[in-house]
């Protein structure tokens, strides 16, 4: 079985919006911006002032399939990736690329990417406290998956991670993956009742303890409303376009309150 350690979410975004997207999920999270890296300084790093980090963004481009628009994949942090690869290949994932440096890139059975690394992290960060006296926190990745589709989606990752399935008791359209302790990003799988266009996307999503707080402040950070939604959490745009939602979830242990 694939032992998932530490789970990344990389924001891919094209030079048009790289800087508005930096300095958006910068003033979001109060995390603080990495020196560039990469061969053509395309890799940033979102930094926590205390434990590991688990947001990335990527500056992409016409070499590495990057689109006009803005983008999501995970990072899945294993002990081998070649190993972890086969595996994943084996339930069912599209081999995409195998990097002389040691990554793996795939495809889930939907098309989602990721990727398998060996970076090993293991602190995972707390809540930024801010001065409305409230916290907040990027604690999961949304995957938007038609319906066609969904039971094989949660299938996979399931089976990747070993993480168990549990469905939502209100939200039938909702099943995250219970990560282990200590993981910064959560799992979820929301089951779209629209035909999805396209492979399976993802958003990010904010867990908070005073949401029409937390979205005053996103608002004046530069976010658009979207709607704010009856069942505890708010949809907005960032200044890239890219959709994300801030939840009532509890910031601290990611479970609803």
């Known amino acids: 079985m694939t032992r998932v ?13 790289h800087d508005a997207g930096t300095r958006f999920w910068a003033g979001v999270t109060g995390y603080a911006v990495s020196p560039a890296r990469g061969e053509d300084a395309e890799f940033t790093t979102l930094l926590p002032p205390v434990g590991n980090p ?11 399939g990057g689109g006009t628009g803005p983008g999501l994949h995970l990072d899945l942090h294993v002990t081998s990736a070649p190993e972890s690869a086969d595996r994943a290949e084996g339930l069912g994932a599209e081999l995409v690329h195998r990097s002389e440096h040691g990554y793996v ?3 889930s059975p939907g098309g989602f990417t990721f990727c398998l690394v060996h970076e090993q992290l293991a602190q995972r960060p707390l809540p930024t406290r ?10 999961q990745v949304s995957l938007d998956v038609a319906a066609d589709g969904y039971e094989a989606e949660c299938g996979f990752w399931s089976a990747l991670t070993g993480w168990p399935v549990r469905r939502s008791v209100s939200r039938p359209e909702l099943r995250h993956l219970v990560r282990p302790d200590g993981i910064p990003i959560r799992l979820l799988l929301q089951r779209l009742e629209e035909p999805a266009p396209g492979p399976v ?9 005073d949401r029409p707080t937390e979205v005053a402040r996103h608002l004046a950070l530069g976010a658009s409303l979207v709607a704010d939604h009856g069942g505890g959490w708010t949809t907005l745009r960032d ?11 509890d910031p601290r242990s990611g479970l609803g309150r």
């Open 5 to 17: 350690s530490w789970v990344t979410a990389f924001l891919d975004l094209p030079p048009a919006l």
């Open 239 to 249: 200044p890239t376009g890219a959709l994300y939602c801030v939840t009532d979830r």
């Open 130 to 139: 801010w001065p409305q006296q409230h916290e907040s926190i990027v604690d």
């Open 105 to 107: 890139v795939l495809r």
């Open 54 to 64: 688990f947001l990335k963004i990527q500056r992409t481009g016409a070499c590495d």
């Open 201 to 209: 996307s993802g958003h990010l999503d904010l867990a908070c303890d």
